[in-house]
């Protein structure tokens, strides 16, 4: 290919591969218990509601079950389209392929239907990226865009490199080429994703974007700090810190960790959200603050988590 992408992998990269692939190993998820159906629903919704907050939607995980779920919810309608596109967009995860240029246009389509003027299409115009009037990024001239996009998934196609590596690569090369005139973000989000069921099924429902959600900061700067090297490896090195965290999470409250799905969710909310009191994680998860007490009494058994702080002002914190 004409332009193949630049990067590095660091030896912090190599060393995060390895710790990666070897939770892989020892996670089957065909293993997991009765509710796990349930909770890829749960972490499916937090990646939903998660990926659209990157883009500035204020709509919260209940009001993306409630449209999941045919619900009325008062919000802006943008908000509300948005949501309800991406919903569509993830139900079609299943049938699609991380290879096919004709399976991404396909799910741009459905991700902005009603929201921009051509959906499923490449941008006919020049887009950037800007703080104010400073531009963070001038992406490529649109005419480039079928060329780069094709030279980026024959790349994908045919690279040796591990999975986790090119899927990293991959997701900022998208968002450098920024190949629509809307939805690159949450579309390279969700790609990324694809590809990494390639190596494992887990990761369709494993909330990756929520951890994103969490550092915003962080990969914004990650990906700034890869175009100014000309080398993606800083974003390389964020994105398998978050998959690493997030898997890490996940099998706590999975197979390895030998715990409910319900505990796994209270595991799941204190490493996002760090210091919630009782209340506080009751009222989040919907769960009887009698139900979560005896879940927060297994978790402090098994020294999963801790309090701190003085009984009227501290929280609860994962160790």
């Known amino acids: 290919m004409d332009n193949k992408p630049i990067f590095s992998v660091s030896a912090q990269a190599i060393s995060m591969v390895a710790e990666i692939s070897a939770l892989l190993e020892h996670h089957n998820i065909a293993q997991q218990k009765t509710d796990s159906l349930k909770l890829r629903k749960i972490n499916q919704i937090k990646t939903i509601q998660s990926s659209l907050a990157i883009e500035g939607n204020s709509l919260s995980e209940k009001q993306v079950t409630d449209i999941l779920n045919g619900k009325k919810v008062v919000a ?12 569509a967009a993830y139900a079609l995860f299943a049938e699609l392929s991380p290879y096919s240029i004709s399976d991404l246009l396909k ?108 550092n915003q900061q962080k990969y914004y700067q990650s990906i700034n700090a890869s175009t100014d090297a000309n080398d993606c490896g800083i974003f390389i090195d964020f994105m398998l810190g978050e998959i690493l965290l997030t898997l890490k999470n996940h099998t706590v409250g999975g197979v390895n960790g030998g715990v409910n799905g319900g505990v796994n969710r209270i595991l799941e909310l204190l490493i996002s959200t760090p210091g919630l009191r009782a209340n506080a994680i009751a009222e989040k998860l919907n769960i009887p603050l009698r139900t979560l007490q005896r879940e927060l009494s297994q978790l402090k058994s098994s020294d999963k988590i801790e309090f701190r702080g003085a009984p009227k002002n501290g929280g609860y914190f994962v160790k």
């Open 107 to 214: 799910v741009h389509n459905v991700m902005m239907s009603a929201l921009i003027d051509a959906p499923g299409k490449f941008r006919n115009g020049g887009v950037g990226v800007f703080d104010g009037k400073k531009a963070l990024h001038i992406a490529p001239p649109a005419n480039r865009v079928p060329i780069l996009i094709n030279d980026l998934f024959q790349w994908l196609k045919r690279a040796p490199d591990h999975l986790l590596i090119k899927s990293c690569v991959f997701h900022y090369e998208f968002e450098y080429i920024h190949p629509f005139s809307d939805g690159n973000g949450r579309l390279g989000r969700m790609w990324q994703s694809l590809i990494l069921t390639e190596l494992h099924p887990l990761f369709q429902f494993l909330p990756i974007e929520t951890m994103v959600h969490n």
């Open 76 to 87: 802006p309608l943008r908000e509300i389209q948005e949501a309800k596109n991406a919903i």
